[in-house]
């Protein structure tokens, strides 16, 4: 079974500086892995995704992970936070051997922007 | 491309009641997902539809929980009989049934169990 490990629970950033939210997974070979925002109150919104090929990929809002199968990461970054990203950063795993791909999620990492 | 609907966005009942929450994917997706969320957790996997079959449970539905999608449409997800541990948000995706396919979330249906 695949997991996901998140493991800054919170992590307070200044507004302008960069930001790296980590996120390892324990999967048999290589997963799908994505990485979703959620606000307040509010559902999931998709970040960006990685299935094959490129390893560095661009997401919206600023957003780029990396997946480093040596390091089974897939760390998010964005060069400088603003104030407006204040939310809570999930990264998830589906399986590839699996028809349905149910979402495994980490716990999750709550990002303050300190202004 | 509208989104998916959840409704209500909060449910407060009382134990031991029984709750139906309803979920409107976008238009032409057939897979149809319920996620549990606890506060401070990331959300659990419940169960998923293609279409109007349901083809995966996770042990954490138990036998009070029962979601449907008859037309292969929208979907209800009951509990029978809540419980305090029942406090969640709910969640609701969809997505396109061919692979990499990312799900698509809606807003949650908040319950609180008094």
């Known amino acids: 079974a695949q997991s996901v490990t998140q493991p800054d629970i919170h992590i307070t950033v200044s507004e302008g500086a960069s930001l790296e939210l980590r996120c390892n997974y324990s999967y048999g070979a290589t997963p799908y892995l994505f990485w979703y925002v959620q606000s307040p109150g509010q559902g999931l919104q998709l970040l960006l995704k990685y299935f094959s090929g490129d390893t560095l990929v661009q997401g919206i809002k600023g957003f780029e992970a990396e997946f480093k199968r040596s390091q089974s990461s897939f760390n998010l970054r964005k060069p400088s936070v603003h104030w407006s990203d204040a939310a809570e950063y999930f990264c998830a795993v589906g399986a590839r051997d699996n028809a349905g791909n149910m979402l495994t999620f980490g716990g999750g990492t709550r990002l303050m922007v300190k202004p | 491309d509208t989104g998916v609907s959840q409704n209500p966005r909060h449910k407060i009942t009382k134990r031991g009641q029984n709750v139906t929450f309803r979920c409107d994917p976008i238009s032409e997706h057939n897979r149809l997902y319920w996620y549990r969320q606890t506060l401070g957790q990331g959300p659990e996997f419940l169960t998923y539809?293609?279409?109007?079959?349901?083809?995966?449970k996770s042990r954490l539905l138990s036998d009070r929980f029962s979601a449907e999608r008859p037309k292969g449409s929208f979907s209800t997800l009951e509990i029978q009989r809540t419980e305090q541990g029942d406090s969640a948000m709910y969640l609701c995706a969809s997505s396109l049934s061919a692979t990499r396919q990312p799900q698509h979330f809606g807003d949650g249906t908040r319950l609180s169990i008094l």
């Open positions: 539809f293609q279409n109007e079959a349901q083809l995966e």
